[in-house]
Each structure stands twice: as structure tokens, then as C-alpha cells.
């Protein structure tokens, strides 16, 4: 096996806002089992694995707050539109016959039915450059929508037949509008997010 390490970030050099990455190339099915086995269930680390390359990341504390941010946010919106919602955080989700192995830093099942193959949306900050697509691993992992938080915007990827495509909201959840979901990221901390949201959405009701 050749392993790469990646230390390319957006905007800063320092190291504790850099998402760790190595990536190991020519490594079978069998051996990607045995990392996740290894690895146990630490959440401190993503493991992607996709025809031969597996990519192990640690996130940065920016990655991390970031991602916890958007999950309290849909929480809430959920809470608050009455619409069940079943939270899986980093859960793995593979597939030995599409040779895809992949981990969401947050991810979801809409309506309150748990499945064991896939969850309805996973989520995704994408704070570093290079790595395994992860577009292409949960493409294979049958996974209806994709929410990629990037560059200070939410994106939508609408699974259609055999392939992606980027849509202005989920599909899954209609009326979640994403524009307060980014007005709300931008608050001073989590709590502050998650009070705005609320706030926002019970004036928009008493309005209506």
C-alpha cells in the first residue's frame, strides 16, 4: 500500500485548523474492515473508502463546530416544524459490492424510520481541499440527498437516477429554507444560532 498525507487548507497554515488527512492507495475490502475494526468507535476520526483508496481524516476543531452548528440547527428546524427526525451523527455506511465505505459528520432519517443500508441525508463540511470525492462514494451508497456545507453556503445534491444534481433545497425537507439556515450559521456561537432560528421561524408563524 502507497499512503499520501495532505495538509491543504482554505486559509490558514496552522495546524489546529487543518483537517488531517492520509490516504492509502491499493487497499482491498478486507483491509478497510480491518481499520474500522481497529479504529473501534471513535468519532475523532473519518474513514472513506472507495475501489481501492482509503482515506483517514481527523478533523479540525473549525470542521467539528462547524458541522455540530448545522446538525443543532436542523434539529431545532425540526423540533419546531414538528417533523420527525432521527439523527445518526458519523455512523459508517458501506457497501462491499460498490467497494464504498463512508462516514457523514452528521447524518439523518426523515419520518422517524430507521433503515440499516443508508440514511435519507447525509452531511458534509467541506473545510480542506484533495481527497476522496465523497460525492462519488455516497452515489454508490445509494444516499438521496447530500448537504455540503462550503464556503459559507449550504448545497444540495438531489440523488436522481444514477447521478447527482445540485438543487436550491432538499427534497426531503421542502420547506427548509436555506437561507435562515445561513443567516443563523453566522451567529457568534451555537446557542445564539439555535435561539435565532427559533426566533426567526416563530415570528415568520405569528406573521403567516
Do not use: N
Amino acid at each position: 500500500m502507497l499512503c499520501q498525507v495532505d495538509h491543504a487548507h482554505e486559509t490558514s497554515p496552522d495546524p489546529v485548523h487543518v483537517d488531517q488527512r492520509i490516504t492509502l492507495h491499493g487497499v482491498t475490502w478486507d483491509q478497510y474492515e480491518a481499520v474500522l475494526a481497529m479504529r473501534r468507535e471513535s468519532s475523532a476520526l473519518r474513514v472513506t473508502y472507495l475501489e481501492g483508496e482509503l482515506e483517514i481524516m481527523a478533523p479540525s476543531i473549525d470542521h467539528e463546530t462547524l458541522k455540530t452548528r448545522i446538525g443543532r440547527l436542523l434539529e431545532a428546524w425540526a423540533e419546531e416544524m414538528d417533523i420527525p427526525l432521527e439523527g445518526a451523527g458519523s455512523w459508517t455506511v458501506k457497501l462491499a459490492p460498490a467497494e464504498r465505505g463512508a462516514e457523514a459528520d452528521e447524518c439523518y432519517f426523515v419520518g422517524g424510520v430507521l433503515r440499516t443500508d443508508h440514511p435519507d441525508i447525509a452531511i458534509d463540511v467541506a473545510w480542506t481541499r484533495g481527497g476522496i470525492p465523497k460525492l462519488e462514494v455516497w452515489r454508490g451508497l445509494g444516499v438521496p440527498e447530500v448537504w455540503i456545507w462550503e464556503a459559507g453556503a449550504l448545497h444540495f445534491h438531489v440523488l436522481r437516477g444514477s447521478r447527482y444534481e445540485e438543487s436550491g433545497r432538499s427534497e426531503l425537507l421542502p420547506d427548509l429554507d436555506p437561507a435562515v439556515i445561513v443567516g443563523c450559521m453566522a451567529a457568534p456561537t451555537q446557542t445564539a444560532a439555535v435561539r435565532q432560528l427559533r426566533a426567526e421561524l416563530r415570528a415568520a408563524r405569528e406573521a403567516g
